[in-house]
C-alpha cells in the first residue's frame, strides 16, 4: 500500500521561506516520478513543479519559476519542495503525488497515482 506523507507546511510571512517533505512508502520510489500540486479555496488542483525517478530533469509552473525547487532523496524515500519568496498568492494546500516514470514530466493531476493528505502553505502581506 503506498502512502505519501508531506510535512513542513506552515505560516509566513511574504518574502519568507518554507520547506515541505514528503516521505513514500509502499513501493520502490526511485521507480516512479514525484510532483507537488496545490489547491486554493475555490481553485482547481495545479501543478507546481515535478521530478523524473532519476531527479536529473525538473520542471516548474512559470509562477514559482526561480523561486521553488523541487529535489528528491531516493535513498530516503522523500522528495522536497523549496519555496522562497513567498508571496500570498502562493497560500494552498499543498499536495505530493506520485507518478509513472516518464519525460516529459505529466503536470495533470489524473496522471498521478498516489497522493498525499496535503499539507496547508499561509502567506500573510
Known amino acids: 500500500q503506498v502512502q505519501l506523507v508531506e510535512s513542513g507546511g506552515g505560516s509566513v510571512q511574504a518574502g519568507g521561506s518554507l520547506r515541505l517533505s514528503c516521505a513514500a512508502s509502499?513501493?520502490?520510489?526511485?521507480?516512479?516520478?514525484m510532483g507537488w500540486f496545490r489547491q486554493a479555496p475555490g481553485n482547481e488542483r495545479e501543478f507546481v513543479a515535478g521530478?523524473?525517478?532519476?531527479?536529473?530533469?525538473?520542471y516548474y509552473t512559470d509562477s514559482v519559476k526561480g523561486r521553488f525547487t523541487i529535489s528528491r532523496d531516493n535513498a530516503k524515500s522523500t522528495v522536497y519542495l523549496q519555496m522562497n519568496s513567498l508571496t500570498p498568492e502562493d497560500t494552498a494546500v499543498y499536495y505530493c503525488?506520485?507518478?509513472?516514470?516518464?519525460?516529459?514530466?505529466?503536470?495533470?493531476?489524473?496522471?498521478?497515482?498516489?497522493w498525499g493528505q496535503g499539507t496547508q502553505v499561509t502567506v500573510s502581506s
Open positions: 503525488a506520485q507518478g509513472k516514470a516518464q519525460h516529459p514530466i505529466a503536470t495533470m493531476w489524473h496522471e498521478y497515482d498516489y
Open positions: 521530478i523524473t525517478w532519476s531527479g536529473r530533469i525538473t
Open positions: 509502499g513501493r520502490t520510489f526511485s521507480n516512479y516520478n
